[in-house]
């Protein structure tokens, strides 16, 4: 990759945001292409043995009924037909009462959409434009204050453990604290480590899905890996809908309705900690992508001298490396972009950790200015907002709603 500034190699000067997204659209095309190689390799054999089974199939039962391939395939298509509208060999539920259409809706608005059940008619298609509109937005919000909350507790709870571990180590053998001005400072500045957030919700997850997935064993006879990969591809919002719970009739020695709760209870639970540790992730491999942007940058340095400082050189943001390489600091849950620059123009928006330019470069909820609220909750010390803000009632908010807020309160100001 070409060198951020401008130097010898030729190269003009390159803006850290746009070398970043760069570099993780380079790396998602390779993860597509090697994601499609091993599902082409693994599942390619399946389905031509498939195909074969079924052409033999075929033609045995219009061997053996005289049935015309053409009239078989008519059949067949509208089957095809009938199985879309919900017909099925077996005996499932209503798809639209209002049992069905209540699992329905919570698909839509989750952003699951399994597919078994969909629209037929043009009122129904227009009227979930307008409706997957406005409640996908509400439930990505609730999404973001659930993750909000989550990591307060997280939060409240490591910093506890940090102060008990803190005092236990200012204790000397006679039972007197020492450096009582150092430990104040020590624990101001605390900040939980993302890697302990990501570790903590990751195993939140995984105790969810294998409770989940026990659940669903016993109740739609599945077996455990195929319940285990169901509640992936349903928690993450996946939905292939290949596997679907919930779709008897009846439950022969489950409680039906009890059923259909914990059913409820596991995919909103579940949907909320896979989010909540997307995120997390997200954090880290940010944090990742400015260490190879620091390690890419290293074979340019020769063209300037070493403290120098060039003119079209802008200062390095973000800069964060993960495990022994951190130099610096380590890597809080408050946020990867606390050593930006003050001075950016329009960097640094009402206490905003990340400039609208990373947002719209993303295109999706970043979550910065929570985090750096949390991390202030978490250590005791109130959130700061403007005057003009809680003059002009633009306060508050979380990940794309907290920009949004700042952005309006400048504005308002301005005006």
């Given amino acids: 990759m070409a060198c951020r500034s401008g130097c010898c190699c030729g190269s003009g000067p390159i803006n850290e945001d746009n070398a970043r997204f760069l570099l993780l659209a380079l790396f998602i095309i390779i993860y597509l292409f090697c994601g499609a190689a091993v599902f082409s390799a693994l599942e390619q054999p399946k389905e031509r043995e498939a195909k074969e089974r079924w052409a033999q199939r075929f033609e045995h039962f219009s061997q053996k009924y005289n049935l015309s391939k053409k009239d078989l395939n008519n059949f ?17 539920r209503p798809r639209w009462d209002f049992t069905g259409a209540f699992y329905f809706v919570g698909t839509v608005v989750s952003t699951i959409g399994f597919g078994m ?17 406005l409640g996908c937005a509400a439930t990505i919000l609730f999404f973001n204050l659930f993750l909000e909350r989550v990591i307060t507790v997280i939060a409240v709870v490591l910093k506890s453990c940090h102060e008990r571990r803190h005092n236990k180590a200012v204790l000397p053998q006679n039972g007197r604290q020492v450096s009582g ?6 624990l101001a500045g605390w900040k939980p480590s993302v890697y302990c957030v990501m570790l903590i919700l990751g195993a939140a997850a995984i105790l969810v899905s294998c409770c989940a997935s026990l659940m669903y064993s016993a109740a739609e006879g599945w077996g455990y890996l195929d319940s285990l990969y169901f509640c992936f591809v349903a928690f993450s919002t996946i939905g292939f809908g290949d596997m679907v719970s919930s779709q008897r009739v009846v ?18 639970t579940g949907v909320c900690c896979i989010y909540s540790l997307f995120n997390v992730i997200s954090i880290v491999i940010k944090q990742v992508l400015n260490w190879l942007l620091r390690r890419l940058e290293a074979p340019c340095r020769c063209c300037f001298p070493r403290r120098g400082h060039h003119p079209h050189r802008h200062p390095r943001r973000n800069v964060v490396a993960p495990g022994h ?12 972009a606390i050593n930006e620059s003050e001075t950016d ?22 979550l910065a200015i929570m985090q750096k609220q949390l991390s202030e909750m978490a250590i005791g010390h109130p959130r700061q907002s403007s005057s003009s803000s809680r003059q002009n ?9 907290g920009i949004m807020n700042n952005r309006l309160a400048e504005t308002s100001v301005d005006r």
């Fill in 76 to 92: 067949l298509r509208n089957y095809e037909e009938a199985n879309v509208a919900g017909i099925r060999v077996d005996t499932i």
């Fill in 117 to 133: 059940t969909t629209p037929a008619t043009i009122g129904g298609k227009v009227f979930l434009m307008f409706y997957g509109l």
């Fill in 181 to 186: 001005g150092n430990r104040a400072a020590d």
């Fill in 251 to 268: 439950y022969e020695g489950h409680a039906t309705a009890a059923y259909r709760l914990g059913n409820f209870f596991f995919i909103l």
């Fill in 325 to 336: 390489l951190r130099t610096r600091r380590d890597p809080s849950i408050e946020t990867d």
């Fill in 345 to 366: 123009t329009g960097r640094r928006m009402s206490g905003e950790m990340i400039s609208m330019r990373d947002f719209l470069a993303a295109n999706k909820v970043n």
């Fill in 393 to 401: 009632g633009f306060s508050g908010g979380v990940g794309a709603l």
